[in-house]
């Protein structure tokens, strides 16, 4: 994201000047001393012990993999939630399952958090996400907090574009930034036009069994796809994403991506794409149902658009979408509905890749240029009708009309905002209240801890006519995107319920026993305050031992159903660490590779005699 910001050889002089005033004058201490906050903004973050804040807010943990949950107004840090990079402190990637699910990789970078919905509106039971680095999609469960299940998605490199449902959460749609051969094999880059391609795959969800799936796959040009939104209400059944490098450009893309004036918008109605593939008009690639456009036609169009843009938002009636040209210091408000006209009309200006182009004049309502913001990325929307637009380069927020294009107010921030979030500001009932802009640079905000700085998350009021920055607090890298949903939307549930159906949880001590099937070695224990037991007729009880080579199977239910009684469960030296949640039964697996003796403990500090909560693991040598 910070890329732009260094002077590009090749863009408008202006845009270039503008580009110099902010890499070298730095507003901060004018801005900053203008924008501090006052004793009635603290009153109007402050949540006294005892409450609880009116939102949560689900930020994207960018390239730690994660995701970071607050409180709003408070922006109090509540949970971090791993999803596609390992975390010791809830023992994620180390127990079986998860382990699995993330499949050997130790990192993600999760860009843009997207909470299910039921008629274009959050419905507080899932959240999915997308992993730039390693191409993979997730759920998480909002009743716990916790990652469901991780998919990888073949034929595809870096789904950015990405994770965006439709208003029924029919679908979750992941086009990707990088081109790549499909299968991602050897083609040499000469060779981009005509061997690479940018893919889009829909992805389905079963909640049933928590489990993503790949609907279908659609082969799009070789250019790299930024964001994307799904249509609400009339516009329902079609979906929009920006492109860049439309020149096809295989090196130095900051230059080279930035040729062109205009790039595209790809609109794509989801019904026709899945009714294609019911009609068999697909290839089978890798495994997966491939559409390619030039071969069948219907379902895609290209909307011109100024170049090089970043972020599209569809608006709260499923009217419009907005484009924000990152390189062209403007919004440009597209309608639906004459987009809808031109497809009938088949009023196009020729095709790309066999795919119709509509005519920007044909389906642009207004172009909207507050003077001297720059570098606008993405837009949210309130309760009231009015946008707000995030300025990169301008380091402020922009409040504006889309159904007049008049420019409210504005409002510095600290600084280079890329997105921002409003209370269910993307759905078809924006909150209006709070708007939290998410910075990708705090500079000189905080105490200093050396050369790499804080990215930083300000609270902006925008219940009044003029939007007030009333919190400031560091945050996590990297915040791209985020979420923000009504606290009493989340239902978690208080323990997990006993599962009689699981043939590896235990829930009394006295069936607590370990068996051995040749070389496997299978525990089923209990923790409970302050106790391991893992067979009640042994000796001793809270030990285990096994020959050198075993296959180990710790299977461990937590029999404490008191709601915040969490064990966990650690060998020293093995590196091996898992977590039992209340009433949770987890399973670790390893190999009992090294012999010795290694004592095991709960990591948990759960009672007054949680340090009493340990026990051995004996690996006997082998002969
Ligand atoms: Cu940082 Cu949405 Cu990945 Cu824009 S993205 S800022
Ligand atoms: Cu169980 Cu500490």
Known sequence: MKKWIPIATGLAAGFVAATIAFANVSPSLTTQASNSNTKSDAEKVYVPYGQKDE????????????????????????????????????????????KKMLGGYTWGDLHHPAISETNGNYNGKYLFATDVGNSRAAVVNLSSFTTKDIINVPNTSGPHCAAFVTQNTEYLFLPTRFAVPLGQEYQPLDQYSTKYRGVMSALTFNE???????????????????????????????????????????????????????????????????????????????????????????????????????????????????????????????SFEKAFKAIENKDFAGERNGIPILKYKSVVEREVNPENALGPLHTQFDDKGYAYTTMFISSEIVKWNYKTGEVLDRVPVQYAPGHSVAAEGDTASPQGKYLVSLNKMSKDNFLSVGPSHPETMQLIDISGKKMRVID????????????????????????????????????????TRIVRKGNEVHVYGTAVRSRFTFDHTAKRPDSIEVNQGDHVFIHLTNIDFDEDITHGFAINSYNLNMEVQPGQTNTLDFIADKAGTYPLYCTNFCSALHQEMTGYLLVKPKN
């Open 55 to 98: 939102y949560y807010l689900f930020d994207s943990g960018g390239h730690s993999g994660q995701l970071f949950v607050y409180g709003v107004p408070s922006m109090r840090e509540i949970r971090t939630i791993p999803v596609f990079s390992p975390d010791p402190a809830t023992g994620y990637g180390f127990d079986t399952a998860s």
């Open 208 to 334: 049933s069994k928590e489990k993503l799936n790949i609907a279908y796959q659609v082969a799009l040009p070789p250019w790299s796809y930024d964001l994307s939104d799904a249509g609400k209400k009339s516009s329902g059944d079609w979906a929009v994403l920006t492109s860049y490098n439309t020149e096809e450009a295989t090196t130095t893309l900051e230059i080279n991506a930035s040729q062109a004036d205009r790039d595209y918008i790809v609109l794509f109605n989801w019904k026709e794409l899945a009714q294609m593939v019911k009609d068999g008009k697909y290839e089978e690639v890798n495994g997966q149902k491939m559409i390619f456009p030039e071969k069948e036609k219907g379902g895609i169009y290209l909307v011109p658009v100024a170049k090089s843009p970043h972020g599209v938002d569809v608006t709260p009636d499923g009217k419009y979408f907005i484009a924000s040209g990152k390189l062209a210091p403007m919004m440009t408000v597209f």
């Open 472 to 511: 400031t607090v560091p945050a996590n890298p990297e915040p791209h995107y985020a979420q923000m949903i009504r606290a009493d939307k989340i239902h978690t549930i208080n323990v997990y319920p006993k599962d009689p159906s699981n043939p590896d949880a235990v829930y009394k001590q006295t069936d």
